[in-house]
T-cell receptor, first 106, second 115 residues
Framework: KNEVEQSPQNLTAQEGEFITINCSYSVGISALHWLQQHPGGGIVSLFMLSSGKKKHGRLIATINIQEKHSSLHITASHPRDSAVYICAVAGNQFYFGTGTSLTVIP | DAGVTQSPTHLIKTRGQQVTLRCSPKSGHDTVSWYQQALGQGPQFIFQYYEEEERQRGNFPDRFSGHQYPNYSSELNVNALLLGDSALYLC??????????????FGEGSRLTVL
């Protein structure tokens, strides 16, 4: 049983489309992280959330603590957004989703 | 300002050997955590160090051990290597003294292949 589930696993979009990646978790948490991983391995932290909503440029992350659900939105997607997006939660330890592989086609 | 640095970037070992991976945290960060990422999978939390002590641990056997030095740098040691230990090992540092509420800054990882 995975403590963190992400959907979809794979996503292909046309440049300019609005994208949503979902994350559901089953444990009590103190924070949720959205991470971006490019080929080769390096991981970049996009957001850390404990409630509400955060926005950074074209990226928006929301969390609903009662429903144990978070979403990452990308507005006006661009080919450089192509990457794997990973949801992670800090419960009694860190739990990670398996990632959503996003490809944005020009 | 140097970010999180890890060494070595790649290494190959054989079954039964021991390996040590190293991590220098981002300047000003005193908390270091380690993760294992198998190919095609999400990372798995190994443990976190703060003030030279292991503060939190994931579901990894005792073959996985670590250390944090007074300058906050950290090592991950894996004994009696198994083929299944082949993975990308990631280190992350955080400025927070609370193990689960700090933003994470990741290194590029050390890719271990066990033959």
């Amino acid at each position: 049983k995975n403590e963190v589930e992400q959907s979809p696993q794979n996503l292909t979009a046309q440049e300019g489309e609005f994208i949503t990646i979902n994350c559901s978790y089953s444990v009590g948490i103190s924070a949720l992280h959205w991470l971006q991983q490019h080929p080769g391995g390096g991981i970049v932290s996009l957001f850390m959330l404990s409630s509400g909503k955060k926005k950074h440029g074209r990226l928006i992350a929301t969390i609903n603590i009662q429903e144990k659900h978070s979403s990452l939105h990308i507005t006006a997607s661009h080919p450089r957004d192509s990457a794997v997006y990973i949801c992670a939660v800090a419960g009694n330890q860190f739990y990670f989703g398996t990632g959503t592989s996003l490809t944005v086609i020009p | 300002d140097a970010g999180v640095t890890q060494s070595p970037t790649h290494l190959i070992k054989t079954r039964g050997q021991q390996v040590t991976l190293r991590c220098s945290p981002k300047s000003g960060h005193d908390t270091v955590s380690w993760y294992q990422q198998a190919l095609g999978q999400g990372p798995q939390f190994i443990f976190q160090y703060y003030e030279e002590e292991e503060r939190q641990r994931g579901n990894f056997p005792d073959r996985f051990s670590g250390h944090q030095y007074p300058n906050y740098s950290s090592e991950l040691n894996v004994n009696a290597l198994l083929l299944g230990d082949s993975a990308l090992y990631l280190c992350a540092s955080s400025p927070s003294p609370f193990w689960n509420t700090g933003e994470l800054f990741f290194g590029e990882g050390s890719r271990l292949t066990v033959l």
